[in-house]
């Protein structure tokens, strides 16, 4: 039998550390007492077992645990199941990380097809830092996304995004907004030589999100977008497993609204075959610490046995003026994903849009003679 390691933080008084953390492996995974299950091996290969509680101050605790991995099978799903379903009602207990054995790394999914690599290479990008915006605001027609992912693309951006909340809206349906943006990119690139990639977002049902994916197909695109917390983690899972030519952007959406450490979201999302990893950037609309930036892009980027890295995409109410600074905070390895800000140039978005893509190539250039 092989286990998942699993980390909690819990809080509570000291001494109720040690029978909460037995409580926490019980209900995930036998979720009935011990002593009224009859058949021993159950008892030895599926009953989760309690490896450490360690005190870090102030009546929080880490608690390790070892889960069954016979319990999860290959199902991304109940893997999270498994790992939160039922404790997640509990107000003082957050999730915080696990670490899976190799043969279910492999069962779940064996992380990102193109990921890092090969969202470099679409865009012809070398070992540079990529760039990327978003179509929005809600309630603009087709005609106007368009011309605004026209504009993007003539100002050479690497990815250009629907923004999550465009959807199958009456103002902008999926069946019309997305052939007109893709046809507005392709006339772009004709005149830049840039292979600017168009990202339309997936939403709905799983049946409406497959013909959403026929009709990308049929535009010739290879990158979408998909919301993991709204749309399910096993839907997720099956769409990367039937579209091996498409390269999968995540987004954050809903991902703040359970007590799951997102450093283990972005991992486990890497861990299904998402490509990248949106999150919200230290300092900007959202209130993630710098230090949970670096996790995240970690998460996404840490040799993981054989599991090709994700691409971290910092976003979340970035400035042109923070180019720099976010450049020397992450590296080379991330693409910057600036929306509102260069969206408020107006008539002036295509040479905002040029000018942030000319401060990320310096600093590649600059990275590269050091």
């Known amino acids: 039998m092989s286990w998942i390691d699993v980390t909690y933080h819990l809080r509570c008084e000291a ?14 995974s036998i979720e009935m007492p011990p002593e009224a299950v009859a058949r021993p091996e159950i008892l030895a290969d599926t009953l989760g077992q309690v490896e450490a509680v360690e005190t870090l101050g102030a009546d929080l605790h880490a608690i390790r645990l070892r889960l069954a991995t ?4 290959a199902d991304a799903g109940q893997l999270l199941n498994m790992l939160f379903g039922n404790s997640s009602l509990h107000d003082d207990l957050t999730l915080v990380d696990a670490d899976l054995p190799a043969g279910s790394k492999r069962a779940l999914g064996g992380g990102p097809r193109a990921g890092l690599a090969g969202l470099r290479a679409r865009v012809d ?3 540079r830092a990529l760039t990327a915006s978003a179509l929005k605001p809600q309630g603009l027609p087709p005609e106007e996304l368009a011309r605004l992912a026209h504009a993007f693309a003539l100002g050479g951006i690497d990815y250009v995004k629907d923004d999550h909340g465009l959807a199958q809206q009456g103002f902008s349906p999926f069946h019309r ?18 292979p600017t990639r168009y990202v339309p977002s997936l939403s709905g049902s799983l049946d409406a999100v497959r013909e959403q994916l026929r009709i990308l197909r049929e535009e010739g695109l290879d990158t979408a977008m998909v919301a993991p917390a709204i749309l399910g983690l096993s839907n997720v899972q099956q769409l990367v497993r039937e579209h091996e030519g498409v390269a999968f952007l995540a987004h954050p959406s809903l991902a703040g609204a359970a007590r799951i450490a997102p450093p283990l979201l972005a991992k486990l999302w890497r861990l299904v075959g998402l490509d990248a990893v949106i999150f919200p950037n230290h300092g900007g609309r959202f209130g993630y610490s710098s230090e949970t930036c670096r996790q995240i892009a970690a998460a996404a980027l840490a040799p993981s046995g054989g599991i090709a890295a994700a691409l971290p995409v910092p976003a979340g109410g970035m400035s042109l003026a923070r180019v720099p600074e976010i450049l020397d905070f992450y590296g080379n390895e991330a693409m910057l994903l600036i929306g509102g800000s260069l969206l408020a140039e107006g008539e002036r978005l295509s040479q905002a849009t040029a000018a942030f893509v000319d401060q990320v190539h310096r600093h590649a250039r600059t990275e590269s003679h050091a």
């Open 15 to 28: 001494g109720e550390a040690a029978a909460r953390a037995r409580a926490i492996a019980i209900e995930q």
């Open 70 to 73: 016979g319990t999860i099978g």
């Open 125 to 127: 990008a070398g070992a």
């Open 177 to 194: 907004r997305v052939p007109a943006c893709a046809a507005a990119v392709r006339r772009a690139t004709a005149a830049t030589g840039h």
